[in-house]
C-alpha cells in the first residue's frame, strides 16, 4: 500500500503532467477524431456526393480549420509563444464565424423545420449556437487565461457530434458479422463514451491542477447536460 506521502507525490506529478501537457493533448484528440471521422471524405471515398456540393466543402474546411487553429494555440501556449498565440487568435476569430455561418446555412438547406429533425439534428441546433457563444465569450476573456481556455475547449466539445457519428464508420467492418442491433448498440457506446470522456476529462483536468471544479467547467458542462434534456422533452 501507497504511504499518504507517496500518494501525495504521485497526485503532485498527475498535476503538473496535467497543467504543461492537458490542453496540447485535448486539442490534438480532438483534431485527430475529426480527421478520422471525415477520412472516406478527405482520403479514400473522395467522389462521394457530399465532396461536389459546395455547402458541405465550405463547412467542412471552416471546421477543419477552427480543429486545427485550436490545437496549434494550444501548442503556441505549452511552449511560450504568446505573441503568436495572439497573433493566430484572428485566424481562430475567423474560422469561428465560418464555422457558425456555414452550419446555419447547411441547417436552413437541408432540414427544412424542427419536425423534420433527428434528435442529434435538434441538439446540434442548440450546440451551435453555444460553440459560438462560448467561443465569444473565450475572446471577451482573452486576459483571464483560466477562463478563456476552459471557454475554447468547451466551445469546441460543442461541436463534436458530427464528427463523433463519424468516428465510428471505420470501426463498422469489425461488427461485420454481427447482428444490425449490435452494430447499433456499439454506436451508441462509442459515440456517448468518448463524448463523456471528453468533457470528464476537463474535470479530471479541474481537481488535478486546482483541487476543485472551475465554475466554467461547471457551467459549461450543466448547459450540455441541459440540452440534451430540452432535446429528449420536445
Request: net charge positive; glycine share 8%.
Amino acid at each position: 500500500m501507497a504511504s499518504t506521502g507517496e500518494a501525495k507525490t504521485d497526485a503532485d506529478f498527475a498535476g503538473r503532467w496535467m497543467r504543461a501537457k492537458y490542453f496540447s493533448w485535448i486539442s490534438a484528440i480532438t483534431l485527430g477524431l475529426s480527421v478520422w471521422g471525415f477520412s472516406d471524405n478527405l482520403f479514400w471515398n473522395v467522389r462521394q456526393p457530399s465532396n461536389g456540393d459546395p455547402k458541405f466543402i465550405v463547412h467542412g474546411l471552416f471546421c477543419l480549420a477552427w480543429m486545427a487553429v485550436f490545437f496549434a494555440q494550444a501548442n503556441l501556449i505549452r511552449n511560450g509563444d504568446v505573441s503568436a498565440h495572439r497573433r493566430l487568435g484572428v485566424a481562430g476569430l475567423l474560422a469561428a464565424i465560418g464555422v457558425t455561418a456555414s452550419t446555419i446555412f447547411v441547417f436552413a438547406a437541408v432540414w427544412k423545420g424542427w419536425d423534420a429533425m433527428t434528435t442529434l439534428v435538434r441538439a446540434n441546433r442548440i450546440l451551435l449556437p453555444s460553440y459560438a457563444a462560448f467561443v465569444a465569450a473565450a475572446f471577451a476573456n482573452r486576459g483571464r487565461p483560466d477562463r478563456h481556455k476552459r471557454l475554447m475547449l468547451l466551445g469546441t466539445l460543442f461541436m463534436m457530434e458530427p464528427i463523433l457519428s463519424r468516428a465510428f464508420d471505420p470501426l463498422e467492418p469489425l461488427f461485420a458479422r454481427l447482428p444490425a442491433v449490435y452494430v447499433d448498440v456499439g454506436w451508441w457506446i462509442f459515440f456517448v463514451a468518448v463524448w463523456s470522456g471528453l468533457f470528464a476529462s476537463l474535470v479530471a483536468y479541474d481537481w488535478l491542477t486546482d483541487r476543485r471544479i472551475h465554475a466554467v467547467t461547471l457551467v459549461g458542462i450543466g448547459w450540455f447536460s441541459a440540452i440534451w434534456m430540452i432535446v429528449n422533452a420536445t
